[in-house]
């Protein structure tokens, strides 16, 4: 059979089949609608779910503009650093098994780590408490980067990915400051594979897609085939300023990176559909109560635009007042949210196939909320 790209951007629905939807929203399709259009993104998917189960969702626009395939439900988005939460969440079922212990230094696991890394713990990780750098525009991503852009070179082994960053210079002292960063997440990957005996991905898939029901959640490699995988878009003023003079104006396909570095970080895809029903299994049994207060428990201050931090997940309030859990994400050629609204049991998310867009995902939540209240 000739190779057709699009059918499998079309092949989707066989993997993640929405399943029945209850009567449709009108304030939330208007709600949709306004959000496509304020923005610049060819996709969008949204969907909200309670522990019961899926409750709404919506898809519009062009998962593919060059072949022109409409956005299906069943279309599978980057999850940028919502991935951090997917991670945090097996790391609390790691840890109720005693596979892993937060406070221990991670030396435990990884013994010929440098000095400055030989007291951090997995808590100081998640919490973006270990002094670790996040990326660098020149270091890791720009066209000039020494090694090329990390998302361009092979990583045969985990040691090369703990190159980009494991001998660099600490922000701050472990435990000392909440400083945002990527390659802390990474570092923790590294422990909780070498904890389990289990790639990553694997890992995840064991420890949230199969008992949460998550079919379509899986690593964004580039390499494989991933049927109903939307193409992703980025501003190509994003491609100049990084080095790039062939970038035109307008939209650019966006680089197809191999996420080896960051699984754990920003490495993830899945349907809207299965990130809110992800958000929502949160709220009911397949969470024990020590994991969820785990996960939930505020651990630092607010720090500048940083709300206080639970396991990963923020962990604050909308402007009406109503308590929410919630951590977004964008990445060259998507950009996706999840909040979680325990008082009222809902989970709202959506995704886009555009780096950034939109700029603002928690006001559409809030709206989303007011129509499912």
Same mark, same amino acid.
Request: aromatic letters at 6%.
């Given at each position: ?53 899926? $409750? ?36 609390? &079922? ?64 985990? &040691? ?49 897609? $199969? ?163």
């Amino acid at each position: 059979m000739p190779f057709d790209r699009r059918q499998l951007l079309l092949g989707g629905a066989a993997l993640a089949a929405t399943p029945a939807l209850a009567a449709e929203n009108k304030t939330a399709d208007a709600i949709a609608q306004q959000l496509l259009a304020t923005n610049t993104a060819p996709a969008l998917s949204l969907a909200v779910a309670r522990p019961s189960g899926l $409750v709404w969702a919506k898809a519009l626009g062009k998962a593919d503009l060059q072949l022109d395939v409409a956005t299906t439900p069943a279309h599978r988005f980057g999850l940028g650093s919502v991935s951090k939460v997917v991670t945090t969440t097996a790391a609390a &079922r790691l840890v109720s098994r005693g596979v892993i212990d937060l406070d221990a230094p991670i030396t435990r696991w990884l013994p010929d780590l440098p000095d400055q890394h030989r007291q951090t713990t997995l808590r100081q990780l998640f919490t973006h408490r270990a002094g670790i750098r996040h990326y660098d525009l020149q270091r890791d991503l720009g066209a000039k980067a020494p090694g090329g852009p990390i998302g361009q070179r092979a990583y045969p082994s985990n &040691r090369e990915i703990l190159d980009i960053f494991i001998n660099d210079p600490l922000i701050a002292p472990p435990g000392t400051k909440v400083a945002y960063s990527s390659h802390g997440y990474t570092l923790a990957s590294i422990v909780m594979e070498t904890a389990a005996k289990q790639p990553f991905v694997d890992l995840l898939k064991a420890e949230v897609g $199969v008992p949460f029901g998550l079919a379509s959640l899986d690593g964004d490699d580039s390499f494989a085939i991933k049927p109903g995988r939307v193409a992703g878009y980025t501003d190509a003023k994003l491609y100049k300023s990084l080095g790039y003079p062939l970038a035109q104006e307008g939209l650019a396909n966006a680089r197809r990176d191999n996420p080896a570095y960051k699984w754990a970080a920003g490495g993830l895809i899945m349907t809207p559909s299965d990130i809110a029903r992800f958000g929502a299994a949160h709220l009911d049994s397949k969470i024990t109560k020590a994991e969820r207060a785990l996960l939930f428990t505020p651990m630092t201050e607010k720090t500048g635009a940083m709300p206080p931090l639970g396991l990963g997940w923020r962990i604050d309030a909308d402007e009406k007042g109503r308590p929410r859990w919630h951590h977004a994400g964008s990445d060259e050629g998507s950009r996706a949210s999840l909040v979680i609204y325990p008082e009222l049991g809902l989970s709202i998310a959506f995704a886009t196939n555009l780096f950034a867009s939109p700029g603002n995902v928690l006001k559409p939540s809030s709206d989303l909320a007011d129509a499912f209240a």
